[in-house]
């Protein structure tokens, strides 16, 4: 009998997880948000998977590997132009964006420049806001799901989280 993670989520909350995502690429991400933060400033990274695979992410490109300055001012600011590199990235490894994550100094609300500005403007992209600039400790359960829905509408589905696959939302 093959235990599929994705398959139990579904059955027992009648839809599929908004994200899943392996629990050593979940802590090499936040080892990332980490060391790039410093505990000081706010650092985020695109979520990266197969198009046909409905959010399993499979790689991570952190914003600063797309532009170099996105966390100069301790907030993100990711200048438009260098996305680009996002879009090469996501070429050469036959990948697409899936979701976002950024971290916050305190909880994991959104802010109104978050609400205003979705780092991918697409109904039914996913963000993740990970609270306290991803220091330790960190529970699953206090980090932040969003859900765009276009013209700067969000929702923010119930999270629940399975383990060995990480599953997001309900």
Excluded at 117 to 133: M, Y
Aim: net charge negative; hydrophobic share 40%.
């Amino acid at each position: 009998m093959n235990f599929s993670p994705r398959a139990l989520i579904t059955r027992l909350f009648g839809r599929r997880p908004d994200l899943a995502i392996p629990t050593q690429l979940w802590s090499d991400l936040l080892d990332g948000l980490r060391a790039r933060g410093r505990g000081e400033r706010e650092s985020g990274a695109f979520l990266l998977g197969r198009a046909d695979d409905n959010r399993s992410v499979t790689d991570i490109v952190f914003y600063d590997e797309v532009d170099p300055a996105a966390f100069d001012t301790g907030i993100i600011v990711i200048d438009g132009g260098r996305m680009s590199e996002l879009w090469r990235i996501c070429r050469e490894r036959d990948l697409t964006v899936v979701a976002d994550v950024h971290t916050h100094p305190g909880g994991a609300g959104q802010s109104d420049s978050d609400r205003q500005h979705p780092i991918v403007a697409e109904p039914g992209h996913v963000a993740l806001i990970v609270p306290n600039f991803a220091e330790e400790p960190l529970r699953l359960r206090e980090v932040g799901l969003y859900r765009y829905l276009g013209g700067f509408r969000w929702e923010r589905p119930r999270a629940t989280f399975l383990h060995p696959t990480l599953l997001i939302g309900s």
